[in-house]
T-cell receptor, first 111, second 113 residues
Framework: QKEVEQNSGPLSVPEGAIASLNCTYS??????FFWYRQYSGKSPELIMS????GDKEDGRFTAQLNKASQYVSLLIRDSQPSDSATYLC???????????FGAGTTVTVRA | NAGVTQTPKFQVLKTGQSMTLQCAQD?????MYWYRQDPGMGLRLIYY???????DKGEVPNGYNVSRLNKREFSLRLESAAPSQTSVYFC????????????FGPGTRLTVT
């Protein structure tokens, strides 16, 4: 059983601040890493994918991957109230077509 | 493209009733999945189909059956619903071309009384 652990939250940040979300995984052969955003009552929506060590930026979102430390993070810069949601970390080895999900971190951005 | 669609959006069943949740994707993806999401439990995989013609059990398959009708459609059946199956059900699809990323449908909110 692959394990994916996320910081438990909830995380409350003021508008305009940086929200930092962390995720660790147990399976060393994991190859692909994803962040999903889930608004209350809605389905998970893919917002970031990262496959190699380092940083990947997309707008206000930056994903960071460190395979040696088995760690992936998501930074949300200039946080907006619309970023208030639960963020799910997911990893896969690609060998069995399955994703392992963390329990999620709920972020609230205070206006 | 509609992406992944699910029907129905909401359903209320009595204990012992049966029903089928429908899922279809128009992205030509090979793999499809059924999850349930309960408060505090995260997303749990019920069944998946790596490709047309194959299905496999996930983490919580008991009480469910699936059918991969064709490449587009993957249905989930509850033969005799139980209150423990009250949950939100999500269908997802993926393909090697997506790098392992899965794309989710809008979900079905099921209540069993």
């Amino acid at each position: 059983q692959k394990e994916v652990e996320q910081n438990s939250g909830p995380l409350s940040v003021p508008e305009g601040a940086i929200a930092s979300l962390n995720c660790t995984y147990s399976d060393r052969v994991s190859q692909s890493f994803f962040w999903y955003r889930q608004y209350s009552g809605k389905s998970p929506e893919l917002i970031m994918s990262i496959y190699s060590n380092g940083d990947k930026e997309d707008g206000r979102f930056t994903a960071q991957l460190n395979k040696a430390s088995q760690y992936v993070s998501l930074l949300i810069r200039d946080s907006q109230p619309s970023d208030s949601a639960t963020y799910l970390c997911a990893v896969t080895t690609l060998a069995d077509y399955k994703l392992s999900f963390g329990a999620g971190t709920t972020v609230t951005v205070r206006a | 493209n509609a992406g992944v669609t699910q029907t129905p959006k909401f359903q209320v069943l009595k204990t012992g009733q049966s029903m089928t949740l429908q899922c279809a994707q128009d992205m030509n993806h090979n793999s499809m999945y059924w999850y349930r999401q309960d408060p505090g439990m995260g997303l749990r995989l019920i069944y998946y189909s790596a490709s047309e013609g194959t299905t496999d059990k996930g983490e919580v398959p008991n009480g469910y059956n699936v059918s991969r009708l064709n490449k587009r459609e993957f249905s989930l059946r509850l033969e005799s619903a139980a209150p423990s199956q009250t949950s939100v059900y999500f269908c997802a699809s993926s393909d090697p071309g997506t790098g392992g990323a899965q794309y989710f449908g809008p979900g079905t909110r099921l209540t069993v009384t």
